[in-house]
């Protein structure tokens, strides 16, 4: 009876899905993200993707074999555009949550067609997410925070308990994926002689492409701070996968890690790639625990306001005193 018992409780874990706001959070970042790589690089964009740009179509045709872009099928003008504004458009609308999966799947073709036409403006944060975009195609980005329109058109129906399989495996895979990548990160920094005598930091902020002058100047004026820093940034990463299963454990490692990825933005500049990492954090909270914060969040607004309210109530109550 027992065994039974534990069949069951574990088939309703596997047919419920989880994390649906830590998903449906995850979608809208990544969106916006995207679409601040469109419109950022507008101004540049037939520079940096065009055939009259950087790379060639010709030379991008004898060159990536990986993923054949549809920017290098043809080097027509109007043809770039019509491309480049219908990947904005589906990257809006992924964004908002309208469309579903057929929405999701042409957003992620077009936005790796981009990132695979020029692969030399990557800053590491776009391999990552167009990895994820992937493994999301399986998960349930909609239940929260967004546009819930029927479309028109229909698909072969899949039974709801095969849809939770799905989305609970392919959340699995993508914190399993940062996991590694935090993980196996920190060991190649404990075998990098510069990350032992603490030393690491200071080398990275010497390098123009990776470093800001202001910020340069103010983090390597302090011995202590390089050193604390340089060898936090490899426990945390080390310590990032095992801290997951402890919830108090997750608060506070997952704190570190945006604190560290904001550093990362502002000292060095990788804004995008940074933005990504915290991103994919958010995934790691349940839905409970995003509705004791949200609910804590509420209170504090209530108590805010009655505050003020009773401020107003006293002030009200000296004038009327005072007429």
Known sequence: MEKINNINHF??????????????????????????????????????????????????????????????????VLYFEILYHSGFIFALLFTIGFGGKIVHILNYIFYLSLISRNSLISDGGDNIMSLCLLYMIFLNTTAYYSIKIKPQWSFPKILPEVKSVLHNFALLFIIVQICIMYFFSGIFQVMGEKWNNGTALYYILQ?????????????????????????????????????????????????????????????????????????????????????????????????????????????????????
């Open 11 to 76: 088939y309703n874990k596997l047919t419920t899905q989880n994390h649906l706001i830590g998903a449906s959070l995850l979608r809208i970042l990544f969106g916006i993200i995207i679409l601040y790589n469109y419109i950022v690089n507008y101004g540049m964009r037939h520079f940096f993707w065009h055939d009259s740009g950087v790379i060639s179509d010709e030379v991008y045709n004898s060159m990536y074999k990986v993923f054949f872009s549809p920017y290098g099928l043809n080097d027509s």
């Open 207 to 323: 390098v123009d492409t990776f470093s800001k002058p202001f910020w340069e100047q103010i983090l390597t004026s302090n011995d202590y701070f390089i050193v604390l820093f340089t060898y936090a940034s490899i426990l945390v990463k080390l310590a990032f996968p095992f801290s997951l299963f402890n919830k108090w454990s997750k608060y506070v490692i997952v704190t570190l890690m945006m604190g560290f990825h904001l550093g990362i933005a502002i000292a060095m500049g990788l804004i995008t790639f940074s933005a990504i990492m915290i991103a994919i954090e958010v995934l790691v909270f349940s839905d409970k625990e995003y509705k004791k914060a949200f609910s804590f969040l509420n209170k504090l607004k209530f108590f805010k306001g009655s505050s003020q309210q009773k401020k107003q109530k006293g002030t009200t109550s000296l004038n009327k005193e005072v007429v």
